[in-house]
């Protein structure tokens, strides 16, 4: 795991000691599945005291990956309309929230009857029903013209579909897999006139700077901290040592919020 908050309790060689004590998220590190991580110090993110633990232990990976596939890769512009599927996944909701701030227009499709109240109150403008009939007949009725932007997270054919929905040159992001199925890029490219783009937020961090990274970083917190942008809250939270049981739970379906768990807590023998 990547996402995860903590305290600073010790500085390397030639490293200033003024993060000691200070609550961060070690960005960048050996990962977080563990009681103690070692990460630069340049991508020690400081999270201010308003930012719960629980919130703050999610803030990196999806935050920060929906902000900027809107903001650099997209560059949504407002009115513009914006496509996207894996509607019951929680970086949705991130996006839905992020249409409200940026004031684009963001239709999501959606296997998940149960995820369409919460999405349309986070901000979506439309949700598809992909159980309720041809999903392209469906985004056709919403928006004939074809779509400005699409945000594809499964592959497949339903990575094509949005192309296929997309106006002539329209902007194609991939982020995700969820169906291991990849996307047939010369298909989407020679068929649909789509230069797609693929996004991870790995490549992102090798290709910019400590300074632009942490001013992305910053914006996503003050979002957050201001509650313009809100972290859903955990599913259930476990002691490390329970471990199994925390893979157990995250095995089963219809999750609300992200399993956590807590290296700080050590049971009493």
């Known amino acids: 795991g990547y996402d995860g908050v903590g305290i600073v309790i010790d500085q390397g060689k030639d490293v200033s000691p003024s993060l000691i004590g200070k609550r961060v998220l070690p960005v960048r590190g050996e990962g977080t599945w563990q009681q103690y991580v070692t990460t630069k ?39 513009e309309i914006v496509l996207m599927n894996g509607g019951g996944t929680s970086i949705a909701g991130l996006f839905a929230q992020i249409s409200t701030i940026l004031g684009f227009r963001l239709i999501v499709i959606t296997r998940n009857s149960r995820k369409i109240e919460k999405l349309q109150k986070l901000g979506v403008w439309r949700v598809i029903d992909a159980s309720n009939g041809s999903i392209y007949e469906q985004i056709s009725d919403v928006c004939d013209i ?99 049981d925390a893979l157990k739970h995250y095995e089963q379906p219809s999750l609300n919020g992200k399993i956590l768990l807590n290296f700080a807590v050590k049971k009493k023998m």
């Open 146 to 244: 074809g779509v400005d932007h699409a945000i594809d997270s499964v592959g497949g054919e339903s990575g094509e579909l949005l192309a296929r929905a997309l106006k002539p040159e329209g902007t194609f992001v991939s982020y995700g897999l969820l169906s291991g199925i990849p996307n047939d890029w010369r298909k989407l490219h020679d068929t649909y006139h789509v230069s797609p783009q693929l996004f991870a937020l790995r490549l992102w961090n090798e290709r910019h700077s400590v300074s632009e990274y942490r001013n992305r970083f910053s914006e996503v917190i003050k979002l957050v901290e201001s509650g313009r942008m809100v972290i859903n809250a955990p599913e259930k939270i476990y002691d490390f040592e329970d471990f199994y």
């Open 41 to 79: 110090a340049d991508y020690a993110i400081e999270v201010p005291p308003s930012i719960s633990d629980n919130d703050a232990s999610q803030l990196y990976i999806n935050p920060l990956t929906a902000w900027l596939i809107c903001k650099e890769s997209l560059r949504v512009q407002p009115n």
